[in-house]
């Protein structure tokens, strides 16, 4: 039997539950692991509210490192003993869970698993948004917002390590404080200042290349008035709620913007997509240009007093659940 925290009606912190879970051996295209360190994310949330649909019941979580203890009759890439991480498979809050083989990756010896799961989910994140969906080159200028969380702290980082003039926004002055220490060339307290403003002035009134989004909709249509003509707009989470587009036109009044709501899900289709970009995530943490930042834990059994840490914008960094 497992621990797994399992969800079967849908609400806030209070609908997770710790339950005894039997775990089957793999079938066809299948490995089962053990859990080491389960990552937190918001999407965790948007799937327990049902912002983001899942069947009930499901085990929560999305995000993990550990090691096979068994694999199916036709998997022949992965042994047992292997190390390794994932992310988009719902079911990570679980002491063993069982995942399609060709959804995990390898960890480096030199990479721990905390900081796999860690950096696996937030890290993929930063490598299609800096790399496919908008491919940042060095002398860009780039605004991220909520740059003391995992996403930011890592988006924050490897933009710098490209060469990309990075200005960045956080709630508080503390959280601030954590993405300069990052790197950033602006920090923007947007709870007490003018964000849009002090944009405006540091880039001489041209505005930025392009904006990467995790809050959503507090900060969506303000961020429109920083980009630059034809820039773009990237809102890739919902942390302060779901975004709507009054109107179209709204992007050819701001300057002809271009608008994308990308997810892993759309990026990492295929094993390749997710081999490369976890090849090009593991390789910027192991020479030191991007840091993972695991400032909360959670025992597992403690998921719910996680979400509320998280929803409540307590955290900065990564999260882990561990078992």
Same mark, same amino acid.
């Given at each position: 039997?497992?621990?797994?925290?399992?969800?079967?009606?849908?609400?806030?912190?209070?609908?997770?539950?710790?339950?005894?879970?039997?775990? @089957?051996?793999?079938?066809?295209?299948? $490995?089962? *692991?053990?859990?080491? %360190?389960? =990552?937190?994310?918001? !999407?965790? +949330?948007?799937?327990?509210?049902?912002?983001?649909?899942?069947?009930?019941?499901?085990?929560?979580?999305?995000?993990?490192?550990?090691?096979?203890?068994?694999?199916?009759?036709?998997?022949?890439?992965?042994?047992?003993?292997?190390?390794?991480?994932?992310?988009?498979?719902?079911?990570?809050?679980?002491?063993?869970?069982?995942?399609?083989?060709?959804?995990?990756?390898?960890?480096?010896?030199?990479?721990?698993?905390?900081?796999?799961?860690?950096?696996?989910?937030?890290?993929?994140?930063?490598?299609?948004?800096?790399?496919?969906?908008? @491919?940042?080159?060095?002398?860009?200028? $780039?605004? *991220?917002?909520?740059? %003391?969380? =995992?996403?930011?702290? !890592?988006? +924050?980082?490897?933009?710098?390590?490209?060469?990309?003039?990075?200005?960045?926004?956080?709630?508080?002055?503390?959280?601030?404080?954590?993405?300069?220490?990052?790197?950033?060339?602006?920090?923007?307290?947007?709870?007490?200042?003018?964000?849009?403003?002090?944009?405006?002035?540091?880039?001489?009134?041209?505005?930025?290349?392009?904006?990467?989004?995790?809050?959503?909709?507090?900060?969506?249509?303000?961020?429109?008035?920083?980009?630059?003509?034809?820039?773009?707009?990237?809102?890739?989470?919902?942390?302060?709620?779901?975004?709507?587009? @009054?109107?179209?036109?709204?992007?050819?009044?701001?300057?002809?913007?271009?608008?994308?709501?990308?997810?892993?899900?759309?990026?990492?289709?295929?094993?390749?997509?997710?081999?490369?970009?976890?090849?090009?995530?593991?390789?910027?943490?192991?020479?030191?240009?991007?840091?993972?930042?695991?400032?909360?834990?959670?025992?597992?059994?403690?998921?719910?007093?996680?979400?509320?840490?998280?929803?409540?914008?307590?955290?900065?960094?990564?999260?882990?659940?561990?078992?």
């Amino acid at each position: 039997m497992s621990r797994a925290i399992v969800v079967r009606e849908l609400g806030g912190p209070e609908k997770l539950t710790l339950e005894q879970v039997e775990v @089957p051996a793999p079938g066809a295209g299948q $490995i089962k *692991i053990r859990s080491h %360190a389960i =990552g937190l994310n918001f !999407i965790d +949330t948007y799937q327990r509210t049902g912002l983001y649909k899942v069947a009930l019941p499901f085990i929560a979580g999305n995000e993990g490192a550990g090691e096979v203890i068994a694999v199916g009759p036709d998997v022949t890439q992965w042994r047992v003993g292997d190390r390794i991480a994932y992310q988009g498979s719902v079911g990570a809050y679980a002491d063993e869970r069982l995942l399609p083989a060709d959804r995990v990756v390898r960890i480096p010896d030199a990479i721990s698993y905390e900081v796999a799961a860690a950096a696996i989910l937030k890290g993929l994140t930063a490598f299609y948004l800096l790399h496919w969906t908008h @491919p940042l080159k060095a002398g860009e200028t $780039i605004l *991220i917002h909520a740059a %003391a969380g =995992g996403t930011g702290q !890592i988006l +924050t980082q490897w933009a710098k390590a490209i060469g990309a003039t990075v200005i960045a926004t956080a709630g508080s002055d503390d959280k601030c404080a954590i993405a300069q220490a990052n790197g950033a060339d602006l920090t923007i307290n947007y709870r007490t200042d003018n964000f849009v403003e002090r944009v405006r002035q540091f880039t001489g009134g041209k505005g930025v290349d392009v904006v990467c989004d995790g809050v959503g909709a507090a900060t969506f249509e303000p961020s429109l008035d920083c980009i630059k003509p034809r820039g773009l707009m990237v809102s890739f989470g919902n942390a302060s709620g779901p975004v709507s587009i @009054p109107k179209l036109t709204i992007l050819a009044e701001k300057g002809s913007l271009f608008l994308t709501r990308p997810t892993t899900g759309g990026y990492l289709r295929t094993a390749d997509d997710l081999r490369l970009g976890a090849e090009a995530l593991f390789n910027v943490i192991s020479l030191g240009k991007v840091k993972i930042a695991i400032d909360q834990t959670f025992p597992l059994a403690e998921a719910a007093k996680a979400h509320i840490a998280l929803e409540t914008r307590a955290t900065t960094g990564s999260t882990l659940l561990l078992p």
